[in-house]
């Protein structure tokens, strides 16, 4: 099992920034795909970004991000820390939600990456909430 803890979640006003983290402990073999997906109020979890954990390091060759957020939100890790970030710039309202981190054992690609019933690792979730 892999254990999955965000971090970084809060208040911002549109236009600004936040950077969640997504510190990972456990079976790091079972690692090979991270993702980032968002819970908006009254909607259905959805996609925001994904990465290929090559083993045990970071990769980084590999990026997958939704149509809504390419441009504005970057993904990353550090190996050392076993932690995967989610860097957000140009908050807009609509980014509220609350956003999760997840990963899984397989090396996930042909679309599979944004498919919430594809990762087996979840995190409790973290809120961003960005005011007009």
């Known amino acids: 099992q892999v254990q999955l803890y965000e971090s970084g979640g809060g208040l911002v006003q549109a236009g600004g920034s936040l950077r969640l983290s997504c510190a990972a402990s456990g079976r790091t073999f079972s690692r090979s795909t991270m993702g980032w997906f968002r819970q908006p109020p009254g909607k259905e979890r959805e996609f925001v970004a994904a990465v290929k954990w090559s083993g045990s390091r970071w990769s980084g060759s590999t990026i997958y991000y939704a149509d809504s957020v390419k441009g504005r939100f970057t993904i990353s890790g550090d190996n050392a820390k076993n932690t995967v970030y989610l860097q957000m710039n140009s908050l807009k309202p609509e980014d509220t939600a609350v956003y999760y981190c997840?990963?899984?054992?397989?090396?996930?690609?042909?679309?599979?990456?944004?498919?919430?019933?594809?990762?087996?690792?979840w995190g409790q979730g973290t809120q961003v909430t960005v005011s007009s």
């Open positions: 997840a990963a899984s054992g397989l090396i996930l690609s042909g679309g599979l990456y944004s498919y919430t019933g594809s990762y087996d690792n």
